[in-house]
């Protein structure tokens, strides 16, 4: 019989829990006499396991009511317990998933990882976390985060892990959202910094630590953004945008580690915490010098393009009144024989027209205007002949020449290259007057795409010709006014200041671009560009002074000048032609329609307003196809002759001319042979 338990009370009214033992007392023969009971006060046990039954039910309801996953699991996997937030989550009942490895919601590749996990816990390591990925009960892969903790057996090894996980999916979505926007801006190439309220830098960008000269993001952190600023209190607005709640645009001069200073465009943000008050500001700036500097090139640019209409409306003009007096000076001169009284004057004024005629093409030349006489040339031979000539008379220069011998052809105008080279001698001639050294480089270039240097310096192959001279050099302000007509730093009488204008002009409307390297006391050097020819070009018949050729068929001669008009007839009828006048294209185009049979040659004017030479040209070859037309003009717009050349243009003559080559070119004209003057 067993030991029953029951309670008592006892004599002072205290209820108590009693375990009872029975004997009974007597022998076989005399049987049993008496039974003896001893009673064992078990109170404070009985209690004891009451208090234990009610916290272990306690905790249950604890643990079952924990959002938290909760399980227990024996070293080899299997899972002894689990909670109703575990059975929701991944969709299973305790039937379904107590008994069996706690790791079959887990994706392969992460299996691994909980392997070795389980083998870090220990009893010498008790607990342990770990993040991986599970299958929740949609099948859809979530990040979990556990807290594992051994439970050891009396004999001290590992009976059970108990592990609480949670959920941290949308944990871990926002650190890789914040790691990604992390890794943009420190790999973004726009400098970018976060400040803290007082504008003490906590972060910096690789690009903002390139662009103000830093090695190591400590040598900036803690330092006030300001103080990278040449004006510290220009963060000011800044400041005051962000109390407002907003953010700031604008440009500030910044200081690089070196001490050098450059232009900065900026652009703040404020960074919010929770609560939605500011914590922090983030700036992102732009270097703005290669922007600045394409700015005062373009306005540079707009002001040589300006200056260049300018110079060519004036070379224009200017050509019209020289073409006047070279036309009746040669009239006059063929009825002068060399002891008539007035014969010396009238060559030297032919002389003196030549030397404005010079004039006008330095003009024209920065005005990118006049007709070229392009050739396949070796820069090389025109070098040294510009050089030989040069140097002859200029015995106090040391000259130098370092050519490639195997440079590139271009395609140029002979004469006008030699104008560009003999410029550059002249000029470093002038900037040492006491003597010096003149060393001229030529060499074969290939531009990159990235070489942004002027906007005429387009990718290709180059011929790059180098003038240095030991001279005096020039500071930066005179730089940038070289190339200007008219622009000069000689005393009144020693220079037009049409020397480097006319080498920009006539550089450019070659293709190519002159750069100037300078340094007042240091000398200068000029760096001449020609694009390489890709083909061969035939080159032009030279002017010849081959006489007067006369005729007898009839002229119409168009230009808005009355003065070219009297010259040009009293011309034309000294060399035998009938001649009818055009003040203007419309009535030239309304004499031609009339008398379109009889008329042989029409000697038209480029530039006329109202009705330009190329309008009236196209409107004299819808009426008559076959009607010869010769272009004559002080000044013409590029392309505009090549152009109506291409289209059936007989020729073109520049103003002034004399009276021999245009009676020639007039004869051939009429001969139907095509030649350009």
Known sequence: MGEPEAPFVRRD?????????????????????????????????????????????????IVEEQIELVSRWRPDRTLTFVNDSYCQFFGKTRTEVLGKPFDINFPEEDLGKMKEHITRLTP?????????????????????????????????????????????????????????KENAIKSSITPIVITDLDMKITYANDAFLKLWGYEEFDDVIGTGIRDHWVDSAAGDPVIEQMKNDEG????????????????????????KGQDGSPIAVMASFVDMTEKKQSEKTMRQLQKMEAIGTLAGGIAHDFNNILMGLQGHAALMLLDVTEDHPFYDHLKRQEAIIASGARLSRQLLGFARGG???????????????????????????????????????????????????????????????????????????????????????????????SVSDTGTGMDEETQKRIFEPFFTTKERGHGTGLGLASVYGILKNHGGFILVDSESGKGSTFTVYLPASTGEVKRDNDDEELGIARGM??????????????????????????????????????????????????????IMPGMGGKEVFERLKDIREDVKILLASGYSNKGDPEELLEKGCEGFI????????????????????????
């Not at 051994?150 to 890789?176: C, F, L, N, P, Y």
């Not at 490639?404 to 003999?422: F, M, R, S, T």
């Open 13 to 61: 009214g205290k209820e108590i829990f009693c375990r009872v033992s029975v004997s009974r007392i007597g022998d076989r023969l005399e049987g049993m006499k008496r039974i003896v009971c001893a009673f064992e006060d078990i109170t404070h046990s009985r209690l004891a396991e009451e208090e234990l039954r009610q916290s272990e039910e306690r905790y249950r309801a």
């Open 124 to 180: 010498q390591n008790p607990f342990a976390s770990i993040e991986h990925r599970v299958y929740d009960a949609n099948g859809t892969i979530r990040w979990t985060q556990w807290s594992d903790r051994v439970i050891m057996d009396r004999d001290g090894t590992v009976a059970e892990i108990q592990s609480v996980g949670r959920d941290i999916t949308e944990q871990k979505r926002i650190q890789e959202e914040l790691q990604i």
């Open 248 to 271: 700031w645009v604008g440009e500030l001069v910044a200081r690089k580690k070196n001490g050098a200073i450059f232009d900065a465009s900026v652009t703040t943000s404020v960074v």
């Open 371 to 465: 007709k070229y006489e392009v050739a396949l040339v070796n820069l090389n031979d025109i070098i040294l002949k510009s050089l030989d000539m040069f140097g002859r008379t200029k015995k106090e220069i040391s000259i130098h020449d370092d050519l490639d011998p195997y440079i590139w052809k271009v395609e140029a105008d002979q004469g006008q290259i030699e104008q560009v080279l003999l410029n550059l001698f002249v000029n470093a001639w002038q900037a040492m007057p006491g003597g010096g050294r003149i060393t001229v480089t030529a060499r074969n270039d290939i531009i990159r795409e990235e070489f942004q240097a002027t906007p005429w310096a387009k990718r290709g192959k180059y011929v790059k010709i």
């Open 553 to 606: 068929e009839t002229v119409l001669i168009v230009d808005d000048e009355e003065m070219i008009l009297d010259v040009g007839t009293a011309m034309l009828e000294e060399l035998g032609y009938t001649v009818i006048r055009a003040g203007s294209g419309r009535e030239a185009l309304a004499i031609f329609e009339e008398d379109r049979e009889n008329i042989d040659l029409v000697i038209l004017d480029m």
């Open 654 to 677: 520049q103003k002034p001319f004399t009276l021999g080559p245009f009676s020639h070119i007039v004869r051939e004209i009429l001969d139907s042979t095509k030649t350009e003057w």
